[in-house]
């Protein structure tokens, strides 16, 4: 036979497996093998037995011999037939998994747990154990699962305060209490063939008789599930809801009430909402409405006489002449004179809209042609600076630019006409089809 090897681990191994594998399971455990090469259910890091997976065995008795094994980060022994307390797992300072689910253990919860703080899933469900659950307990923070169910636990629940589990049952115990907020996000199925826990999510507290109402036989409480090192826990009834928050006990339901105030002020909300951008729109068309009627209006038809081109000491002829008319000068640009300033003052007018410097019309001259005029805001400028800066304005030609084509000038008026381009202004074109949805849907 070949020598036995001195791996540091092997001989808690062999013991285990002389104590435990009386159906000789474990065939590949002999001591002339590398644990960490051969061993079943044996994986190592840096030569050491770190993660040992020993499921469906029909192992038995004890398992004091592997709490020798202080580099284990996951021990798994589910589904065995091991018995007894469990031993001292003090030494198991780097356990991070722990699942000895359905198997004989019995006892009360083992007082070395809590000392391992690097413990985050420990599963003993399915045994029987039992007694108090002591608060030490507490101080495994880094606990994501903790699974009780389906064994003889009893005492107040109110002990567990665990901030950060993800999946928690313990139903099918004997706990009774108050079930504390920072568990009741969890579902009932959790809680359920307890006998007298109360609070959410299984039942008032105050009312007699509401505890634990969700035992029926085929609950989701009674499934098994699966729960190894290498499946993550189940996302179906263990799953904390995150987006249902911390419930407070008799809190949880929404009234009727609640919902038809949640309703009207929904309704409230939108109310505004859409009165808010009625107003916002009406404003603004009110704002463009010459902008937006030049549009759709044809050069035929008639503006109101409102809207005509307001001179200041220039009237319209029918009042204009005996109101002391200063005649001022009207200049042609190109030097063909096409209109008067009379025509201009006679013609429909409407307002295109208000600029830096004034307000542009649209005039329709009685021949039918058609001029943007625009009535300088500022009229006070001297006639010889007002003519200089006009002449210079009229040799500016570009193709982005409109060229000046004519420009009238009195003591208090200066007036400078250009084409009139029909194709509406910028505004328009970016917000033209905003108006028209609004429109069409109906907030106009
Ligand atoms: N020749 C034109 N043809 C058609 N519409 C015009 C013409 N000139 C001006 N408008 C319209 O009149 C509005 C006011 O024009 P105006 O030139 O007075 O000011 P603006 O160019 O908008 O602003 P700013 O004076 O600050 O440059 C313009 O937004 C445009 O819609």
Not at 57 to 82: E, G, M, V
Not at 222 to 242: D, G, Q
Not at 261 to 274: C, E, K, P, Q, T
Not at 306 to 318: A, M
Request: proline residues 5%; neutral net charge.
């Amino acid at each position: 036979t070949p020598p036995e090897n001195n791996h540091p681990d092997l001989p808690s191994l062999l013991l285990f497996k002389s104590t435990s594998d009386p159906s000789n399971q474990l065939t590949s455990w002999t001591a002339s093998n590398n644990p960490c090469t051969t061993f079943f259910g044996v994986s190592c890091l840096h030569n050491r037995v770190t993660r040992l997976v020993l499921e469906n065995l029909n192992l038995q008795n004890q398992f004091d011999s592997l709490t020798s094994l202080t580099h284990l980060r996951t021990l798994s022994l589910k589904n065995n037939n091991l018995t007894g307390p469990l031993p001292d797992l003090t030494n198991l300072t780097s356990l991070k998994l722990l699942f000895l689910s359905n198997n004989q253990f019995s006892g009360n919860f083992p007082a070395s747990l809590p000392s391992l703080f690097t413990l985050y899933r420990l599963d003993l469900s399915f045994n029987n154990f039992s007694g108090d659950i002591p608060a030490t307990i507490n101080q495994m923070n880094h606990l994501v699962t903790l699974r009780l169910e389906q064994n003889r636990f009893s005492g107040d629940v109110t002990v567990l305060k665990l901030q950060n589990l993800q999946e928690f049952n313990i139903s099918g115990n004997e706990f009774s209490g108050e079930i504390p907020s920072v568990l009741s996000s969890f579902p009932v199925s959790a809680f359920s063939k307890n006998k007298n826990l109360c609070g959410f999510p299984v039942g008032n507290c105050t009312e007699p008789g509401l505890a634990s109402p969700v035992d029926k036989p085929d609950s989701p409480a009674n499934t098994v599930i699966s729960s190894s090192p290498t499946s993550m826990p189940s996302m179906t009834s263990f799953r904390r809801e995150k987006s249902g928050g911390d419930h407070n006990g008799s809190g949880g339901k929404i009234s009727m009430v609640a919902i038809v105030a949640i309703i009207i002020g929904d309704i409230l909300v939108l109310v505004l909402v859409s009165l808010i951008i009625y107003c916002y729109f009406w404003r603004n068309s009110v704002k463009t409405n010459g902008r937006s009627k030049s549009m759709s209006m044809s050069m035929s038809e008639k503006v109101l006489e409102g809207e005509k081109i307001v001179y200041s000491t220039s009237p319209y002829p029918n009042a204009n002449m005996q109101a002391g008319f200063e005649r001022g000068k009207m200049v042609f640009l190109d030097g063909v004179r096409r209109f008067e300033v009379e025509d201009l003052l006679r013609a429909s007018a409407e307002m295109l809209g208000k600029g830096g410097f004034g307000t542009a019309y649209k005039a329709v001259l009685d021949d039918g042609n058609v001029v943007a005029v625009k009535r300088m805001k500022e009229a006070a400028i001297g006639g010889r600076e007002f003519e200089h800066h006009m002449e210079v304005l009229g040799m500016v030609r570009h193709s982005n630019i409109l060229s000046l084509k004519a420009y009238y000038f009195a003591r208090d008026e200066k007036l400078l006409v250009y084409d009139y381009l029909s194709n509406g202004n910028l505004f328009w074109l970016l917000h033209g089809m905003l108006f028209f949805t609004v429109e069409y849907i109906g907030f106009k």
